[in-house]
């Protein structure tokens, strides 16, 4: 299927690798020019270099922390009319709630709830008036399910979720949708480090952490970043102008409701 999209521009949040790298690589396949964000610009630079020789399309690399509003400046200056805005950026860390201080909820809904209704802000009118656009927010599948020790995620997430029910029908007539994708468990630098640190609490190894944890999935592995990429290409093709304000669950099964 073509996806229409040849030739258009977007910014990925925290695309150096895992998730919001199959995003850039999936769009980069469809000949879209993207502008990829991630605050280590060695890793960040290597992944640019991938995708440019892999697709050909253009690549730009801004090293920065788009949780910052410098960091978000940078990324919108580089690419300042965008086609196509994928929200992401680094998960809070997991814990019990109790311990949890005012500054780490600050941090969390910086990070995962205020930092994408800034790019949202700053990108929506401009699609808009062009009659054109596409953003997808990358959240988790503890908006549907709510993980316990995932307190700060759960909080922060489901407050982006209810802010881009609010607005994402005010350009979906001049085909602008806004939608979320919800990941499950997906083979990344983070799900690794969460199984690290479930080990070291539980006295296991990371293999049988690892393993446990791949069980509970009715699919039987983790997802991969490539196939959540082509879900948020086509999300962001012209034959979802139709969709907007969507949850998209993609878990290999392990949501075991009806809706
Ligand atoms: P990952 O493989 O560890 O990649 C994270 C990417 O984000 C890296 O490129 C990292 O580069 C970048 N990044 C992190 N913080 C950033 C910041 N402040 N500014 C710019 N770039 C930043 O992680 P992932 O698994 O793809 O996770 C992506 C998001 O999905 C996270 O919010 C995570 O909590 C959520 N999620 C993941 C899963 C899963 O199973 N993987 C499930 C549910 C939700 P730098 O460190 O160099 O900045």
């Given amino acids: 299927m073509d996806l229409g999209i040849a030739g258009k521009k977007a910014i990925v949040c925290a695309a150096s690798k895992g998730l919001g790298k199959g995003c850039a690589v999936a769009l980069a396949r469809e000949g879209v020019d993207v502008t990829i964000v991630a605050r280590t610009a060695e890793t960040l630079e290597a992944t640019a270099v991938e995708i440019r020789n892999s697709t050909g399309v253009k690549v730009i690399a801004i090293a920065a922390d788009i949780t910052s509003a410098e960091g978000r400046a940078k990324a919108l200056a580089a690419c300042p ?3 196509i805005l994928i929200n992401n950026a680094g998960g809070p860390p997991a814990g019990d709630f109790r311990q949890f201080t005012r500054e780490d909820w600050i941090k969390a809904v910086d990070a995962n709830m205020l930092t994408p209704i800034e790019l949202i802000k700053a990108t929506l009118d401009g699609m808009i008036e062009r009659k054109f656009g596409r953003i997808v927010n990358i959240t988790s ?13 759960n909080g922060a997430r489901s407050g982006l979720t209810g802010f881009v029910a609010g607005i994402a029908r005010k350009g979906v007539a001049q085909n602008v949708t806004i939608n979320n994708i919800l990941p499950g468990m997906f083979e990344t630098e983070t799900l690794r480090k969460r199984s690290e640190a479930g080990a070291k609490m539980a006295g296991k190894t990371f293999a049988e952490v690892h393993a446990d944890r791949k069980k509970v999935i009715p699919a039987a592995r983790f997802g991969e970043p490539d196939e959540f990429g082509a879900l948020c290409a086509f999300i962001c093709s012209v034959h979802a102008g139709f969709m907007t304000g969507q949850n998209f669950l993609i878990d ?4 075991p409701g009806t809706f």
């Fill in 81 to 83: 009319h965008p086609d």
């Fill in 141 to 153: 599948s503890a908006v549907k399910a709510p993980i316990d020790i995932l307190a700060l995620s």
């Fill in 252 to 255: 290999g099964g392990n949501y």
